[in-house]
């Protein structure tokens, strides 16, 4: 009876490597859907202990990307990956991809009707270096040309602006690139629209709904009108295995860091220049793979 339940374990191991490997032939095969080169900004490590361990055998990256523009109230001077709901993401965007909208957002039940809606998977379509980072780019630019005219009022102090340019100037350098610029339900039709398979990745991920009121709480936060915005909840595939033959790169990188900082940390890779760049095929299954790792040198800021 043990030797049967043995046999049934290992038949279904068996099995399930097949489907694995099956699964990412069938990924693999013919043309990619795109073919993309990131850097460590955007494809950072995502094993930061126990790599040393040699039991470990694991090494993987961790694909970083961020919501790109968004709408929220900037108060203050914000680094890159604060949180806000992207522009782009509105009510008919929302209901394209499934969600109930039609309740009135006034409506007394419209808060409990909107709170019970569960994320939903669809795709999203990230952008490399494009106009979604561009846009980036400029609305911390004109942060800063805002901060430098309170400083004229007296309202911000000098050290705060310079401050803020020197965070500006290492998340430009630093921050990953890659922007979520669209979600829908039909991978075909996005891959229509945005057609440069070197610039757009097309992945699967789960959003969800937000029911808010726009600006900070204050005297007048109650008479703001509710309104209704999508959030990028996941990227189902932001985790991404190295293959022995690519891992020399990353390894090297562990072993410098961890003499310098012993450990090689979140933090540790926001504070220095990309060390590598990844070329990274993305499959009909929309997974991607490493198809190659190379050493980078220092990168300039924008």
């Known amino acids: 009876m043990r030797q049967r339940g043995m046999l049934i374990a290992v038949g279904l191991v068996l099995l399930v490597n097949a489907i694995v490997l099956v699964g990412a ?38 694909l970083n990307w961020s919501q790109g523009r968004t709408r929220s109230v900037r108060t203050a001077f914000q680094p890159a990956g604060s949180t806000g709901r992207p522009d782009w993401f509105d009510k008919a965007k929302l209901e394209a991809v499934g969600f109930d909208c039609t309740m009135p957002l006034d409506d007394p039940h419209a808060e409990i009707h ?27 630019r004109k942060d800063l040309a805002d901060m430098a005219s309170n400083v004229k009022k007296g ?10 340019r020197q965070v500006y100037e290492r998340d430009a350098r630093t921050h990953s690139r890659l922007c979520v610029v669209d979600v829908g339900n039909d991978p075909a039709a996005l891959r229509q629209q945005y057609g440069d398979r070197a610039r757009f990745l097309i992945f699967p991920a789960t959003v969800r709904l937000s029911y808010y009121k726009p600006g900070v709480l204050g005297d007048d936060f109650s008479r703001q009108p509710w309104q209704l915005s999508g959030l990028i909840e ?32 979140p933090y540790a890779e926001r504070q220095r220049d990309p060390a590598y760049a990844v070329t990274l095929p993305v499959g009909k299954r929309h997974e991607p793979w ?10 300039a800021v924008r």
């Open 234 to 265: 996941q990227i189902l595939t932001d985790e991404i295995s190295v293959p022995k033959g690519h891992r020399a790169i990353l390894e090297k990188l562990l072993r410098t860091d961890r003499e310098r900082t012993r450990d090689y940390s």
């Open 25 to 62: 032939a069938t990924n693999r095969s013919g043309e990619p859907d795109a073919v993309v080169t990131l850097t460590e900004r955007e494809l950072p490590l995502s094993s930061y202990d126990g790599y040393a361990d040699r039991e470990n055998t694991g090494l993987g990256l961790r």
């Open 155 to 164: 309202e911000v102090s000098p050290k705060q602006l310079t401050d803020a």
């Open 290 to 299: 490493v198809a190659g790792i190379r050493p980078l040198a220092t990168q």
């Open 114 to 140: 909107y709170a019970k809606m569960l994320p939903r998977k669809t795709y999203a379509v990230l952008e490399y270096e494009g106009n979604a980072w561009e846009a980036w780019l400029a609305n911390e």
